[in-house]
C-alpha cells in the first residue's frame, strides 16, 4: 500500500465550479502538506505550503489538513480553464527532509 | 525567485549507453533531490544530496548514480540504460521549510 493515495482522475468540472481534490495517507509522522500544479510536459510548482492541521487559504486556493483522518484537501473556488492541470499533493516528516508524492489528480476545466 | 535549470529537455539513447542529467540551481541551497515521474506512479524519489559530496539513496535507487562536486550542480548518471528507465526526470531543490521548487524536467527515452 502506497504511503499517499491520489485519485488519479481525470475530474472534469465547468468553469466557474469549485474544484474538489483530496489525499488519504497512513503515516502519521507527516507534519508538513503540500500542494503542486503540475501543466503538460513542465516541472511541477508549489501552490500550497501548511504545517500541521488547519486550514490556509490564497486568493481561490484552500488549503485543508486533517491529522487525525489523515487525509488532506485542496480546493478551487471560481475554476478557470487555466487551472486545468495535474495537481499532485506531498507531504514530509520534517521541512528537510523527502517528500511523499500522490499520483496526481488530473483537472480538466471547461469553458 | 529560485531558478533550478536541466540541461536538456528531451533525450532519446540508446540501451546501454551511459546518460548524464545535469542539474544547476542558482539559490545555494544544501539541499537537492532528483525524482522521476510515471504515469500512476507519480514521483519517485532516486537520489537526493544534503550537502557537497554527500550522497543518499531514495527510493529507487537501482541502475541510477549521481555526483555532487559543486553546491550548485547536482548530477543523475545511468550507468548503462535500459528501456525501462524511460520517464521524466525531475530536479528539486529546497532551502528546507518551504517545499521544493522543481526544474522543468528531461523527457528521457530510451530505445
Known amino acids: 500500500q502506497k504511503e499517499v493515495e491520489q485519485d488519479p482522475g481525470p475530474l472534469s468540472v465547468p468553469e466557474g465550479a469549485i474544484v474538489s481534490l483530496n489525499c488519504t495517507y497512513s503515516?502519521?509522522?507527516?507534519?508538513?502538506f503540500m500542494w503542486y500544479r503540475q501543466y503538460s510536459r513542465k516541472g511541477p510548482e508549489l501552490l500550497m505550503y501548511?504545517?500541521?492541521?488547519g486550514n490556509k487559504e490564497d486568493g481561490r486556493f484552500t488549503a485543508q489538513v486533517d491529522k487525525s483522518s489523515k487525509y488532506i484537501s485542496l480546493f478551487i473556488r471560481d475554476s478557470q480553464p487555466s487551472d486545468s492541470a495535474t495537481y499532485l499533493c506531498?507531504?514530509?516528516?520534517?521541512?528537510?527532509?523527502?517528500?511523499?508524492f500522490g499520483a496526481g489528480t488530473q483537472v480538466v476545466v471547461t469553458p | 525567485d529560485v531558478k533550478v535549470t536541466q540541461s536538456s529537455r528531451y533525450l532519446v539513447k540508446r540501451t546501454g549507453e551511459k546518460v548524464f542529467l545535469e542539474c544547476v540551481q542558482d539559490?545555494?541551497?544544501?539541499?537537492m533531490f532528483w525524482y522521476r515521474q510515471d504515469p500512476g506512479l507519480g514521483l519517485r524519489l532516486i537520489y537526493f544530496?544534503?550537502?557537497?559530496?554527500?550522497?543518499e539513496k531514495g527510493d529507487i535507487p537501482e541502475g541510477y548514480s549521481v555526483s555532487r562536486e559543486k553546491k550548485e550542480r547536482f548530477s543523475l548518471i545511468l550507468e548503462s540504460a535500459s528501456t525501462n528507465q524511460t520517464s521524466m526526470y525531475l530536479c528539486?531543490?529546497?532551502?528546507?521549510?518551504?517545499?521544493?521548487?522543481f526544474g522543468s524536467g528531461t523527457r528521457l527515452t530510451v530505445v
Open positions: 528539486a531543490t529546497t532551502p528546507g521549510g518551504k517545499g521544493y521548487t
Open positions: 506531498a507531504m514530509t516528516t520534517d521541512s528537510w527532509g523527502k517528500f511523499q
Open positions: 501548511t504545517y500541521s492541521s
Open positions: 544530496s544534503y550537502d557537497v559530496k554527500m550522497k
Open positions: 539559490m545555494d541551497h544544501e539541499n
Open positions: 503515516n502519521s509522522a507527516f507534519q508538513y
